[in-house]
């Protein structure tokens, strides 16, 4: 689960990270009374006016202006709020900002990266830092590897007072800002850790003029299966930034995620649903989606996974792939049975079952008189589903 900025840098600020801080605004009639009131909180003249969206490149798509005055502000204010920004994350069509963040602006005298994130290969977290901060890491990464610092944590031993001083003292920093930096790390890396996060980064860390060293952005995703103990994260959550056919998918408790090929796909499980996909690919074909239906797939839950699948009007024939370990198959057989007779599908279905009661599901399918196309294995059916929207 991704949030926006506003909300990173608030739970930042809760552990003791200095933010470069605003208000939120979602209706224009509020804008000039926002930006007084952060004119007379932080003592400030000029500002930063930040489109809300979960995507990066704000800046490079006009959707981060620097206004040095009141008047500018109001004027870019009304231009973002309602703007459709398009950056190499939204994706062509663009994302309508609900919502900006006005903050004061401040003199900054040079950009960092931190970042803090789980290393898998390792079973640890790993901090990465940069002095080239400001900018998109994977371009520091193709062009200059050398400038990204990585130390690895942990997690049974926690981050080290030592590593938070080796990595402020490899990013350059000295005097007070260097005391300053030591700080944010360790209050960066327990922000991290409290709230179940995946990713927790400030992009960028700057230094400023004053010597003080505050967090400019933020941004943390987390981890979705540890929400059901993180409710004041999970309250956090935006679905006008997540696509609605993915909502309604997490309503039914099926794992949806919407591709851009013409194959529609029912899987259970993760892995299988993968292997299904891949094996689309391999075949010639173009997966329209990843859709597990779970280990607890019954009538109800097919029917529900049709709907989603066929709401997306790529979709030019549906690969029902099931191996029934903890699900039965007879079950899913209902729901097809039940989904093609309610739904009136106008595409082809081709049904491969495996594993507990397939033969009774194989029975119930074939004398059932609804059109479907059987497959033996998973080769024979994605071949099939290939041929059928060739």
Wanted: aromatic letters at 6%; one cysteine or more.
């Amino acid at each position: 689960m991704k949030i926006h900025e506003y909300q990173a840098k608030e739970i930042l600020k809760e552990n003791g990270v200095p933010i470069q801080d605003g208000f939120v605004v979602e209706n224009e009639a509020d804008i000039e009374s926002t930006i007084d009131k952060v004119a007379k909180e932080f003592k400030c003249s000029q500002f930063v006016v930040k489109a809300q969206i979960h995507a990066g490149g704000r800046g490079l798509g006009g959707g981060v202006k620097f206004c040095p005055d009141k008047s500018s502000a109001i004027e870019k204010s009304k231009e973002i709020l309602g703007m459709t920004l398009k950056t190499h994350q939204t994706g062509p069509e663009g994302q309508l900002v609900r919502k900006i963040y006005i903050t004061e602006a401040l003199d900054i005298e040079k950009e960092y990266y931190v970042a803090i994130t789980l290393d898998r290969t390792q079973s640890k977290h790993v901090i990465m830092a940069s002095s080239e901060g400001g900018v998109d890491i994977e371009e520091v990464a193709a062009k200059n590897p050398e400038k990204i610092i990585k130390v690895w944590v942990d997690p049974n031993l926690g981050f080290q007072a030592n590593q938070a001083r080796q990595l402020a003292f490899r990013l350059g920093f000295e005097g007070d800002s260097f005391k300053q930096a030591v700080k944010i790390f360790k209050s960066l890396y327990k922000a991290y850790e409290v709230t179940d996060a995946s990713i927790a980064e400030i992009n960028p860390l700057v230094l400023t003029e004053q010597g003080n060293v505050i967090a400019l952005d933020a941004k943390f995703n987390f981890d979705s299966n540890a929400l059901y103990r993180q409710k004041d994260v999970a309250g956090l959550r935006d679905t006008h930034e997540e696509d609605p056919t993915e909502v309604e998918a997490d309503e039914f408790n099926l794992n949806y995620i919407k591709l851009d090929g013409n194959v529609g796909c029912m899987v259970n499980g993760a892995g299988l649903a993968m292997a299904t996909m891949d094996i689309i690919k391999l075949k010639g074909g173009e997966p329209a989606n990843f859709l597990d239906v779970g280990g607890g797939a019954n009538v109800e839950t097919v029917k529900n996974g049709f709907r989603i699948i066929l709401s997306d009007k790529n979709v030019k024939a549906v690969l029902i792939n099931i191996f029934g370990g903890i699900v039965r198959c007879d079950r899913v057989a209902n729901g097809i049975i039940q989904a093609v007779s309610e739904l009136d599908l106008s595409v082809p279905v081709v049904v491969r079952l495996a594993g507990t009661n397939a033969e009774e599901a194989k029975a119930l399918l074939e004398n059932s008189g609804v059109s479907i196309i059987p497959a033996e294995s998973l080769e024979e059916a994605a071949t099939k589903v290939v041929e059928v929207v060739t």
